[in-house]
């Protein structure tokens, strides 16, 4: 997203991302957002010039888009959604604006361009039944908050009813649900096809209906978002951002959300029990002779695949042996270096909750300590993150 009225710095930051990105082979989708106002972010700054869902000052409006296309129209990698969520604008109105971008920026094909659907995005098919807007795809946004309860089969035919004939060019631009935060938000389990929780219905519904008509689709957030419900995160981003400068890491929020946008996408999310082999020796995570007491774990050399060696990821974040009956758990809820770490009853508490990070650590959610191989005796107990190969595991 470009602001309006950002500076040349804030710009070039943008393009930094923006750059970076394609550079890796994503496809990127640049679109224009109002904000409310409000410091959602916490970061002293306003989200925007004010709530009215309008192109306030048309000018402006298409000389930012100029510089956009300016710089990005040859990028095949980079597609342009002129605004998101039009709400000011009658749905006569917002095709007219629509068409005349397109008419303004000759130089960004149709097919690169995503028309959103008026008012919120959240219905498509007065911009589908549009010819001034043919060979473009069309944006739409499909959320659960602010709506009333529903089954997953009616959640299903909200959105059909959203899309109409118009699937083939309809991208799912944005959609969510709670990943994290506490009490009700936490640990829903997406891939529970019985679940009767709102959330869970509608998530399974928009993405088992995205892979169904052959949709795309972009989660809303990855990471980042509007701290509103909690100070320190999105409860809707499905990774936890740690780290500094270049030294940067992901951890996932909730493992059965990344499985639904999986599916959404066509692919397979597996399974999330395996073992947990450390990289120093590459030993596995075990309970020693396979004792059903409460005892702390180890890194066993000879990785046998065995009961007391298979562990599952729940959405939760309990890392669960035995089939459920027992759960990593940082002793006496300890949050220092040495903290035993073994195996207890399952409780529930953030002692027991665990989040796998992309550079390989496993860290407590309580603490924010890394789980850790004692490099003298192989116990493993909790120790503060420094990047070591005994605080690295892997799946297999």
Not at 36 to 41: K, L
Not at 146 to 167: I, L, M, N
Not at 363 to 380: E, I, Y
Request: glycine share 12%; aromatic share 12%.
């Amino acid at each position: 997203m470009y602001r309006a009225a950002s500076t040349e710095g804030t710009r070039d930051r943008y393009a930094g991302a923006i750059d970076a990105a394609t550079a890796k082979g994503f496809k990127v989708i640049l679109s224009y957002w109002e904000g409310d106002g409000e410091d959602r972010n916490n970061d002293g700054k306003p989200d925007g010039p004010g709530w009215n869902g309008k192109v306030v000052d048309a000018d402006v409006f298409k000389s930012m888009w100029n510089a956009v296309a300016d710089r990005y129209a040859s990028n095949g990698l980079v597609c342009f959604e002129p605004f998101s969520e039009p709400h000011g604008h009658s749905a006569t109105e917002w095709a007219d604006i629509a068409a005349k971008w397109i008419a303004d920026h000759p130089s960004v094909p149709r097919n690169r361009i995503l028309v959103s659907g008026p008012g919120y995005n959240d219905c498509v098919t007065s911009v589908c039944a549009d010819s001034r807007l043919d060979g473009t795809y069309l944006s739409l946004h499909h959320y659960a908050f602010s709506k009333p309860a529903r089954t997953y089969r009616e959640w299903v035919t909200d959105f059909k009813s959203k899309v109409g004939t118009c699937a083939k060019r309809t991208i799912l631009d944005e959609f969510g649900a709670p990943m994290g935060g506490a009490g009700a938000d936490a640990g829903k389990d997406y891939n529970d096809a019985n679940s009767t929780d709102n959330f869970v219905g509608y998530l399974r519904a928009d993405t088992d209906t995205v892979r169904e008509l052959g949709m795309g689709a972009v989660y809303w957030p990855a990471i980042g978002g509007k701290y509103q419900e909690y100070p320190d995160h999105d409860y809707y981003s499905l990774f936890d951002l740690e780290g500094r400068g270049a030294n940067l890491t992901l951890g996932i929020r909730n493992i059965s959300g990344i499985d639904a946008v999986k599916r959404a996408w066509g692919a397979d999310p597996g399974s999330h029990t395996s073992i947990l082999r450390n990289a120093d020796g590459n030993g596995c995570l075990d309970v020693p002779y396979v004792s059903h007491d409460n005892v702390q774990v180890q890194v066993y050399d000879q990785c046998s695949g065995g009961a007391n060696q298979q562990w599952t990821l729940t959405p939760s974040g309990q890392l669960t042996v035995y089939g459920g009956t027992k759960c990593l758990d940082a002793y006496r809820e300890g949050t220092s270096n040495a903290t035993e770490v073994g195996t207890y009853d399952c409780s529930g508490q953030n002692n027991q909750k665990w989040m796998f990070y992309s550079d390989g650590t496993i860290r407590s959610v309580q603490s924010g300590l890394c789980l850790d191989k004692d490099l003298a005796t192989s116990k493993v107990q909790l120790w503060s993150c420094w990047g070591g190969d005994n605080q690295k595991w892997k799946t297999s």
